[in-house]
């Protein structure tokens, strides 16, 4: 009698080993539900989408083989546990808003989240000290690593297979695979000696055939030269990965979607007492017909959708500050050909493509590696041209010590695009754009400026052209605002929109500094307005204008209160300014996954906020 398949629904799952029971076939179900499931929460609340419908299977089968009710596993990035996520008894309902589950990895959200990171190509270090402590504590359990093939070229990835390759404490680094961003071996022979190596009948063979020759000192010096003669016509008839030259254990490629095959990898990888690299191909965007078919990175961060279409449902006529900022700079790279644009690999989310089909000699996207982006632009400025690099302001933080070191010490002249600057939104904690203003407002040969309206995007990235050493133009995930009638900023230059000689003033710039202006001008408040473009430097003469005033208000809703803020209020304090100075910047702290009004408002520096101080 055959036995019944059952329709295995997310809800089925009340324990994540509850997994283990069931058969392929009903997995293969359960698999499909769990991407309806990931697509419809998506599409309502947006997320990472590709990554996530690309894993589901092998989450399943890691779930089959491991207990992580002590085991660990540790998502690179974490922009690809949605499924984890939903199989530990955790809802997408709210994904990424306030109340709901974060889009990554959340040690306060479940204790099986043991890690968590919004950038890539940590977790194999963090995996390694792991198991580091693991095996000092002399305890047992198993760590694993899920890391795609992009993170894995990131540098810092490198320097912890390096570090893992000496010391080989056991773990397991899964390597997703969905773009053959790393080649895999080819040829019958190669398939052949590895379907050998990796099998359980070859590997008990070979402690057998060990032990039996190294109970005496010829059984040694025998054993010794087969496996070099072994070795040497294995290295010419396979050959070898960058794994096999680290001296760390190998297996695969394997099918991504295939949970039977998958899980009997992944007990094979248990069976090494060293690290071992498992690699499976995947396809980023399965089971939606318009992530699969996406080629340029379209469906890998979603807004919220319509399913049946795939049209974004926040259609805006609006410009973003990064498509007025990507079209300025193609405008400028057409008549210039000094210029070379550089980019961490968020052409996508910046809107460069254009640029970089335009001008593909002079565009590099030198993927998830900011600190060679910013070396290599010193080495473009060197050799005679003009390097303009846009980056995230999260992202921007791995590039410190070069831009401080190679830029800004050698005084050498590039402009640095940060998109994302502020409060990070429904990403949360791990995408907070408010450090980068500090960190860079103390470096020597430094410009910061962060523009309003259309207008004066165009005239900052003009600029930025002429040799001030390092050119920083911030801007938010925001729409620009449209000025009907707006005046030319000047180097350095601050707008003063409202002048009628009133007792207090508010500092401020961008969109929520022209929000607070136009609340100003509706409530009649009287209080006059000046529009910093240039946070840094700070002309005197407009500190000089500032000693005039009774109050003076400091408002920076896109950086905390050690950049402008407090260089602004040191300067006036300098200059014996003998009114009150009051700050509004965000806090020293962390914001967790919700909307960006929402966040100003819990940091009580949303433009209401401010209005009401002035009132």
Not at 197 to 225: D, E, Q, V, W
Not at 446 to 469: D, F, P, R, V, W
Not at 487 to 494: A, N
Not at 549 to 569: P, R, V
């Amino acid at each position: 009698m055959k036995k019944e398949i059952k329709n295995i629904q997310i809800s089925d799952i009340k324990n994540p080993n509850d997994i283990k029971k069931y058969s392929y076939k009903e997995l293969d179900g359960l698999a499909k539900n769990i991407r309806d499931e990931i697509i419809n929460k998506v599409s309502i609340n947006g997320g990472h989408l590709s990554s996530n419908l690309g894993v589901v299977e092998a989450t399943i089968a890691l779930l089959r083989v491991f207990n992580f009710d002590y085991d660990k596993l540790l998502f690179d990035v974490g922009h690809q546990s949605y499924t984890y996520k939903l199989l530990t008894g955790r809802s997408l309902d709210n994904l990424r808003h306030k109340d709901g589950v974060s889009g990554f990895q959340k040690r306060s959200e479940s204790k099986y989240d043991c890690f968590e990171a919004g950038h890539s190509s940590t977790s194999i270090s963090a995996a390694y000290g792991m198991a580091i402590g693991r095996d000092l504590k002399k305890e047992n359990y198993e760590i694993i690593s899920f890391i795609g093939d992009a993170s894995i070229a990131n540098g810092l990835a490198f320097e912890g297979l390096n570090n893992l390759s000496f010391n080989q404490h056991k773990m397991i680094i899964v390597l997703n695979d969905n773009d053959m961003s790393i080649s895999k071996p080819i040829g019958g022979l190669s398939n052949l000696f590895r379907k050998i190596s990796n099998s359980t009948s070859y590997m008990n063979a070979k402690r057998r055939y060990k032990k039996f020759l190294s109970t005496t000192t010829l059984g040694k010096k025998i054993y010794a030269f087969s496996s070099l003669i072994k070795n040497r016509i294995a290295k010419i008839l396979i050959p070898s990965t960058i794994f096999d030259n680290l001296s760390l254990k190998y297996i695969g490629p394997c099918d991504g979607h295939n949970i039977k095959k998958l899980e009997k990898v992944f007990l094979k990888a248990k069976k090494f007492k060293q690290p071992v690299v498992v690699h499976i191909k995947t396809n980023k965007g399965r089971g939606y017909k318009y992530s699969e078919i996406d080629n340029n990175g379209s469906w890998h961060g979603v807004e919220p959708f319509d399913i049946k279409t795939g049209i974004s449902l926040n259609i805006s006529n609006k410009e973003t500050f990064s498509k007025i900022y990507g079209d300025a700079l193609y405008d400028l790279m057409k008549n210039n050909q000094e210029l070379v644009l550089i980019n961490p690999a968020t052409m996508k989310g910046s809107c460069l493509e254009k640029i970089y089909k335009g001008f593909p000699d002079r565009t590099f996207d030198v993927g998830i590696s900011e600190e060679h982006a910013i070396v290599m632009a010193q080495g473009l400025a060197l050799s005679g041209f003009h390097p303009i690099v846009s980056m995230y302001s999260t992202f921007l933080q791995r590039a410190y010590d070069e831009i401080n070191h190679d830029i800004t010490r050698m005084n050498i002249n590039m402009t640095l695009l940060v998109d994302r600057a502020g409060m990070p939104g429904f990403d949360g904690d791990t995408h907070q754009g408010s450090f980068d203003e500090s960190f860079l407002y103390d470096l020597p040969n430094s410009i910061i400026s962060m523009a309003t309206s259309k207008q004066s995007c165009y005239e900052l990235l003009n600029e930025s052209l002429n040799n001030h050493g390092l050119f920083v133009i911030r801007y938010a995930k925001d729409y620009v605002n449209q000025f009907k009638k707006y005046p030319t900023s000047k180097f350095m230059g601050w707008n003063k929109l409202i002048n009628k000689q009133n007792k207090k003033c508010l500092i401020s710039f961008s969109n929520a500094g022209y929000q607070v202006y136009k609340l100003i001008l509706e409530n009649n408040i009287k209080c006059d307005y000046y529009e910093a473009l240039y946070q840094k430097p700070i002309c005197i003469d407009y500190v000089n204008q500032l000693l005039n005033y009774e109050e003076i208000f400091i408002y920076d809703a896109y950086a905390n209160k050690s950049g402008f803020c407090l260089h602004l209020q040191n300067l006036l304090l300098e200059n014996n300014f003998k009114g009150r100075i009051k700050i509004f910047a965000i806090e020293d702290k962390y914001y967790s996954h919700m909307s960006i009004n929402e966040q100003l408002k819990l940091a009580c520096i949303s433009p209401d906020d401010i209005l009401n101080n002035l009132k």
